[in-house]
């Protein structure tokens, strides 16, 4: 017995009669939300220009190459969201600040917006603040979440938003959608893929 027969006779001893628009939207499931492009992408937690920088930022950190690059994943949707709907309220203000602060950093050493800088601005200012960020940390290792650099929070969440998107899953790296054992030590074959993180 197929979907569509099981519910219609589900529905029959029941006694509920389904309409046929029901029964479709039952039929169809779920869909995921559809992608917007950048240009009328209107971000839920940063400004339009924070969020139009946020993406350039990603796709900085993860260019497209033989791979897909975060403005090809909505990386910067995801983080947007993540900032939107799981930050506690004191991170949202950090998180908004950090992101105010980084886009003033770039316009004072180059003299414009990180949207209007060249690539080799973008990446060498990115580095700066990777390594001033790392400097941080390394100096003290238990830093609190408010005291932690916002580059290396923003970066995080970059990364957590690109390797775990789906298509990264399936298509970057090998994907085994039911775990078997776990093997800790695997042999690894320079220049094969990763394991997606399920494993």
């Known amino acids: 017995m197929d979907r569509r027969e099981a519910?219609?006779?589900?529905?029959?001893?029941t006694g509920f009669a389904i309409s046929s628009s029901t029964l479709a939207s039952l039929l169809q499931g779920c869909q995921p939300?559809?992608?917007?492009?950048?240009?009328?992408?209107?971000?839920?937690?940063?400004?339009?220009?924070?969020?139009l920088t946020l993406a350039e930022i990603g796709e900085v950190i993860l260019p497209k190459t033989d791979t897909p690059g975060a403005k090809d994943?909505?990386?910067?949707?995801?983080?947007?969201?993540m900032a939107a709907d799981c930050e506690k309220p004191e991170d949202k203000k950090l998180f908004r600040d950090g992101m105010?602060?980084?886009?003033?950093?770039?316009?004072q050493a180059n003299g414009k917006s990180f949207l209007n800088c060249s690539p080799e601005?973008?990446?060498?200012?990115?580095?700066?603040?990777?390594?001033?960020?790392?400097?941080?940390?390394d100096e003290n290792p238990d830093l609190d979440d408010e005291?932690?650099?916002?580059?290396?929070k923003l970066k995080q969440l970059i990364l957590l938003g690109?390797?775990?998107?789906?298509t990264v899953g399936k298509e970057v790296l090998v994907y085994?959608?039911?775990?078997?054992?776990?093997?800790?030590?695997?042999?690894?074959?320079?220049?094969?893929?990763?394991?997606?993180?399920?494993?």
């Open 7 to 13: 519910i219609k006779r589900t529905a029959l001893l």
């Open 33 to 51: 939300e559809a992608k917007s492009p950048l240009d009328s992408w209107v971000p839920r937690f940063f400004t339009k220009e924070q969020g």
């Open 73 to 81: 994943l909505f990386v910067h949707e995801f983080v947007d969201l």
């Open 100 to 107: 105010a602060r980084l886009m003033a950093g770039c316009e």
């Open 121 to 137: 601005q973008q990446l060498a200012f990115l580095n700066e603040q990777d390594q001033a960020a790392r400097a941080i940390v």
């Open 147 to 152: 005291d932690y650099p916002f580059f290396l």
């Open 162 to 166: 690109y390797f775990t998107s789906e």
């Open 176 to 199: 085994d959608p039911v775990p078997g054992v776990n093997e800790p030590c695997r042999p690894y074959e320079a220049g094969t893929p990763d394991w997606a993180p399920n494993r």
